[in-house]
Every structure is written in C-alpha cells, then in structure tokens.
C-alpha cells in the first residue's frame, strides 16, 4: 500500500495562505469603518462629516450676483472654464460681508505659472511660458487682462513657441527673413510639433543661394567665394543663423 506524504513546501505554504486570510479578518473588523457599505462602497458617516463642515467657497453664480459683467467677460474668454475662486481663494465669507472680507487678487507672477509654466506633459496648444525669457520682471497683468487673457498682439505662429529665436532674428539681418525661408514645416507642426518636426538646411549650398558671389539675390545681401571661405565647414559652425552677425 502507497502512502501519500505532504510536502514540506504545501504546508509553508499552507501557513502563509491562513496567515494572509486571518490577517484580512482582522483588519477588517479592526480597521474599516462601521458605516462603510451601509448605502454604498463608502463611509455613510461621511455624509453627516461633509454636511458639517463650514463652508469656505461661494460658487460662480454668487460672485455673478455682484460682479455680473467681470464674469461675462470671463466666460466669453479663454478662462471661461475657470471657477473665480480658483484665482481668488475662497470666497465665502466675502459673500456674507464683503467689506470685510476682501477675496485674494493674484498679482505675482508665480500665481500664473502655476497653469502656464511650460511642462512638457501639459496638452498640446495649451498656453505656456518659459518664465525666464518670457517678460522677465514684468508682471504677467501689465499684458494680459486676467478675465479676458488675450494678448494685446497675438504672436505669429512661430513665435508664439519661439519667442526667444524671434527676438533674436528681429535684431539680426535676418529679420526681414520668414520661417519658412529656411524650414519647411508641415500644418500638422502646429499640432502636434514634436510628431512633425520642421526641417533645417543640410549643407553650405543652402546658404550659397542667397550669399554666394553669382547667387541671384539683392545686390545688398553679404556674398562671399564658396569655393575659398572655409570650404571644410558648414556655415551654421561660425554663423548662427538667427544672428548670423556673430562668431
């Protein structure tokens, strides 16, 4: 007669499924709260917790009561999805006594970042600002308006993400040149940009054709041998071409 013998590896294991199945029991009962699952997967106490708790913000359709034409501007602007109390803090104790209790006025810089601060996860098309070269020093409401953000000029469509290349060009004997004189940038770049990147001259013919001795361009426009200036390097390895005035 063949007698069956437990390994010692299922009765460890045996241990460790009890222990895990007695430890579930016990915070179970120690643990979850008496109300959880009464009227749902929650605590049902949490209801009389919440309906005691002050009330700290007014909601939209108060601050309309008294500041109706600050928030039709609002919805009819870029932060028309915007609660005013996300900017101003909560504001029901203004609402009950607003001499009183005056609501917070964003006014510093950092207070806008908090949305517009480039990061790279935000959504394509979302407005965003390297906070150090955009206006530095300069309070973001010298140019925006907040209930109303539009800027007063709205930027081309390669400086609005560029700017700092734009302020470049525009000081360079390149201003007078576009974008695309020297990219070639699909409509989809505007969409999704880091999908369908531009593309950017490959060799010194490139440059030839504007600045080379027998090019057919403005008599005004700097022209140089080809053959003899520096023919082992690339232009844009002296030249930048948004300043091409530098070394």
């Known amino acids: 007669m063949r007698i069956w013998r437990i390994r010692d590896q299922v009765i460890r294991l045996s241990f460790v499924f009890a222990a895990v199945i007695i430890a579930f029991v016990v915070a179970r009962w120690r643990f979850v709260p008496k109300t959880f699952g009464d009227i749902g997967h929650y605590r049902a106490a949490s209801l009389e917790q919440m309906a005691g708790a002050e009330i700290r913000y007014a909601g939209t359709g108060v601050c309309e009561d008294c500041h109706g034409d600050v928030v039709e501007t609002k919805n009819a602007s870029y932060h028309r999805s915007l609660a005013c109390e996300v900017c101003h803090g909560p504001a029901a104790k203004h609402a009950e006594a607003p001499d009183e209790h005056r609501p917070a006025i964003p006014r510093k810089r950092g207070d806008c970042l908090?949305?517009?601060?480039?990061?790279?996860?935000?959504?394509?098309?979302?407005?965003?600002?390297?906070?150090?070269?955009?206006?530095?020093m300069q309070a973001c409401t010298s140019c925006?308006?907040?209930?109303d953000p539009t800027p007063p000029r709205v930027p081309d469509s390669c400086s609005a993400?560029?700017?700092?290349?734009?302020?470049?060009?525009?000081?360079?004997?390149?201003?007078?040149?576009?974008?695309e004189t020297c990219h070639v940038a699909a409509p989809e770049h505007r969409q999704e940009p880091r999908a369908h990147l531009p593309s950017k001259p490959g060799d010194r013919a490139f440059c030839g054709g504007c600045h080379a001795r027998d090019a057919e361009s403005a008599a005004e426009i700097p022209r140089i041998d080809m053959a003899a200036h520096n023919p082992r390097y690339l232009c844009w390895q002296c030249h930048y071409p948004h300043s091409p005035e530098g070394h």
């Open 114 to 136: 908090y949305c517009h601060e480039y990061l790279p996860s935000r959504p394509t098309g979302f407005p965003q600002v390297v906070e150090m070269s955009h206006n530095p």
């Open 144 to 147: 925006h308006s907040p209930h």
């Open 161 to 179: 993400c560029h700017a700092q290349i734009s302020r470049t060009k525009s000081i360079s004997n390149h201003t007078s040149l576009e974008c």
